[in-house]
């Protein structure tokens, strides 16, 4: 039987353990993102293997969600988070020792089978936190960990500055993956919030069946709109490295300046969107930025071969975070016993969606390069007008 804490006290324990865990990991993490499509690149693939690989890392991962929401709300969330976050961590050691692009794409598949426990951390999170605090809590525990990242751009820039491009990407893995092993130990300080039950086949059928039904209201336009939108920046983002650096003539080292700034400009951002979705509404949250998304990427696909008007328009592109309203507005909208199964639902379609774009992306940018972010930026904005219009301002009252 799981057990299930004072709330006072769950909520600063599990919001102190996953800020933590966050923090321990997340400048590697960052590190290894600055340049990962180049590093493909460097064993031999090209834009289209680049791709390939997010669209099978996330495919993947829709699947091994669906899996992951259910043993959350059945087995517990501590019992699936701490595993395999180690399992997660040593897949990691594969992107690290790869020979050519096809390690880092088995390297990507591995990672996401393991991290099924996605949903276990959002349902533990939503079950952490009262109504009226989700849009700042969410923000506040991951603060540490995004002003921590921004170690991680600067940390690749020099390696890669000393080592070239292929030696430091690989020892940014190496301490990536080491990180998220240390992290898995780390929560077996979490505090359970969900009593364990049976397991069983047919009830996880079921269960997930009876959860469909729920989409035809404002949990199902969520679905939509944030799965919709994950697949535009699929499509475009992994891509805006490769035309920096390869097209318009940016070095690889003020990418990594660029980078940097965006994860400055993120956290802060972060921060004050946390407050705004509690304060103005999730709606209104969201929509801003997704407009800010837009108005970057159509900047950059007109961008001159000049530096600085690359970073203006990547700063332009994350002025606004639109996530913790996403997060806060899921959790407003779901019952306690549901939250892994829905996550997993949302999981199950954003990545999906965000698969199946990663590898139309790769083809477009292919043929088209710098007019597959135009596209991206006009695909937004009736995404950016639809979550204002159509998805609620204010949060539900809980149950």
Avoid: H
């Avoid at 960990?145 to 190496?174: D, H, I, N």
């Avoid at 490295?241 to 300046?257: D, M, P, R, T």
């Avoid at 606004?320 to 899921?330: D, E, G, H, K, V």
């Amino acid at each position: 039987m799981g057990r299930v804490g004072n709330p006072v006290s769950l909520e600063r324990r599990n919001l102190l353990v996953m800020s933590v865990s966050w923090a321990v990991m997340s400048p590697f993490l960052a590190a290894t993102g600055v340049y990962f499509s180049l590093y493909v690149l460097e064993l031999g693939g090209t834009a289209k293997e680049v791709g390939l690989i997010i669209m099978a890392r996330f495919i993947t991962l829709a699947f091994s969600r669906v899996l992951g929401g259910y043993l959350a709300d059945v087995v517990g969330r501590k019992r699936v988070i701490v595993p395999m976050t180690v399992l997660a961590g040593l897949s990691n050691y594969l992107m690290a020792i790869a020979p050519d692009w096809k390690w880092v794409l088995w390297g990507n598949v591995a990672e996401s089978l393991a991290l099924l426990y996605q949903p276990a951390i959002q349902a533990l999170l939503a079950d952490s936190l009262p109504p009226e605090r989700r849009g700042r809590g969410i923000t506040l525990t991951q603060t540490p960990s995004q002003v921590l990242s921004l170690l991680g751009p600067p940390l690749a820039t020099v390696l890669v500055s000393f080592m070239g491009l292929e030696k430091a990407v690989r020892l940014l893995y190496m301490m990536s993956a080491t990180s998220i092993v240390l992290v898995g130990f780390l929560r077996l300080f979490l505090v359970e919030t969900q009593r364990s039950k049976a397991l069983s086949l047919r009830d996880a059928v079921k269960s997930y069946v009876e959860l469909v039904k729920l989409l035809k209201g404002d949990l199902g336009r969520l679905f939509l709109i944030t799965s919709l939108v994950r697949g535009v920046y699929r499509m475009s983002f992994p891509f805006v490295q490769i035309y920096a650096v390869k097209v318009l003539g940016i070095s690889e080292e003020f990418w990594g300046v660029i980078s940097t700034a965006m994860n400055v400009e993120s956290t802060l951002t972060n921060l004050f969107s946390g407050y705004l979705a509690d304060r103005l509404g999730r709606n209104r949250v969201m929509a801003l930025g997704y407009l800010s998304g837009a108005l970057g990427l159509g900047m950059l696909s007109l961008s001159p071969r000049d530096p600085l008007f690359v970073l203006l328009a990547m700063m332009v592109a994350v002025a606004f975070a639109s996530r913790p309203a996403a997060f806060a507005l899921m959790a407003d909208l779901t019952r306690r016993e549901f939250r892994g199964r829905v996550s997993a639902l949302n999981g199950l379609i954003e990545g999906s969606v965000s698969g199946i774009s990663s590898g139309v992306g790769g083809l477009l940018y292919e043929a088209f390069q710098g007019w597959t972010f135009g596209l991206a930026s006009l695909l937004l904005i009736p995404l950016a007008v639809s979550a204002w219009r159509c998805l609620p301002s204010r949060p539900a009252s809980e149950e």
